[in-house]
C-alpha cells in the first residue's frame, strides 16, 4: 500500500524569504500523480501544485514550486517570496494513475509566516 | 459556478442519533469523495464513487454509508452517531475521461460533533 509521510508537523518563515516543505512516499507503481494541497483557517482545500510522476520537469506555478526526486520518493514544495496569506496547513497527496481512484494524504505541515 | 457545496456547515448529533451529510456538485464530475480529517491529522476517505450508482469502500468505512443516485449528489449518512465519528468531513469532486491528473475540488467541510 502507499504511504505519504509529511515529517515536519510545523514550520515557520519570515515574511518574504523562502521555505521548503518535505515531503516522502512510499510506492511501487512506476506512474502516479502528487499534489499539494493548501487548507487555510477556512477549512477549505486548495490546490497549490501538482506533478505527474512521468514527468521530469519540476512543476512550477508562480511562487511554488517542487522538487520532484522520484528515485528518492521525495516531493518537497518551495514557496519563495513567503506572503502573510500563505499560512495554512500543507498536505501531500498521492494518486495513482490506473486501478483505484484513491488519494493518500499526508498529515500536513503548519506553516507559520512571520511578519 | 457554485463548486462543491456541503451542508450543512455545523452539526451536533447526540449518541445514537442519525443524519445525512448532503454534497452536490455542478461541474458533471464523476468521481466523487468523502474524507474526514480528525484534528492534526489528514484526510482519510471514506467512500468514493466513480459515478451514479457506483460506490465503494475507502480507508474507513465503518458506521457510513453512501448512496450516488445522480452524478450531481452524494450524500453520506451516519446511523448511529458515536462519539468516534466527531470530525470534520468533506466532500471532493474531480473530472474524468482523459483528465486523470486533474485535481480534487473540495467543499468547504462539515465540522460534525457527537455528544
Known amino acids: 500500500a502507499q504511504t505519504v509521510t509529511q515529517s515536519q508537523p510545523e514550520m515557520s518563515v519570515q515574511e518574504a524569504e523562502t521555505v521548503t516543505l518535505s515531503c516522502t512516499y512510499d510506492?511501487?507503481?512506476?506512474?502516479?500523480?502528487l499534489f499539494w494541497y493548501k487548507q487555510p483557517p477556512s477549512r477549505q482545500m486548495i490546490l497549490v501544485i501538482r506533478q505527474e510522476a512521468y514527468k521530469q520537469q519540476n512543476a512550477t506555478e508562480n511562487r511554488f514550486s517542487v522538487n520532484f526526486q522520484k528515485a528518492a520518493k521525495s516531493f518537497s514544495l518551495k514557496i519563495s517570496d513567503s506572503q502573510l496569506g500563505d499560512a495554512a496547513m500543507y498536505f501531500c497527496?498521492?494518486?495513482?494513475?490506473?486501478?483505484?481512484?484513491?488519494?493518500?494524504f499526508g498529515t500536513g505541515t503548519r506553516l507559520k509566516v512571520l511578519a | 459556478n457554485a463548486g462543491v457545496t456541503q451542508t450543512p456547515k455545523f452539526r451536533i448529533l447526540k449518541i445514537g442519533q442519525s443524519m445525512t451529510l448532503q454534497c452536490t456538485q455542478d461541474m458533471n464530475h464523476n468521481y466523487m469523495y468523502w474524507y474526514r480529517q480528525d484534528p492534526g491529522m489528514g484526510l482519510k476517505l471514506i467512500y468514493y464513487s466513480v459515478g451514479a450508482g457506483i460506490t465503494d469502500k475507502g480507508e474507513v468505512p465503518n458506521g457510513y454509508n453512501v448512496s450516488r443516485s445522480t452524478t450531481e449528489d452524494f450524500p453520506l449518512r451516519l446511523e448511529l452517531a458515536a462519539p468516534s465519528q466527531t470530525s470534520v468531513y468533506f466532500c471532493?469532486?474531480?473530472?474524468?475521461?482523459?483528465?486523470?491528473?486533474?485535481?480534487?475540488?473540495f467543499g468547504d467541510g462539515t465540522r460534525l460533533s457527537i455528544l
Open positions: 497527496a498521492y494518486r495513482s494513475v490506473s486501478g483505484t481512484y484513491k488519494y493518500i
Open positions: 471532493a469532486s474531480r473530472r474524468t475521461g482523459g483528465y486523470s491528473n486533474q485535481p480534487q475540488h
Open positions: 510506492t511501487s507503481e512506476s506512474d502516479y500523480y
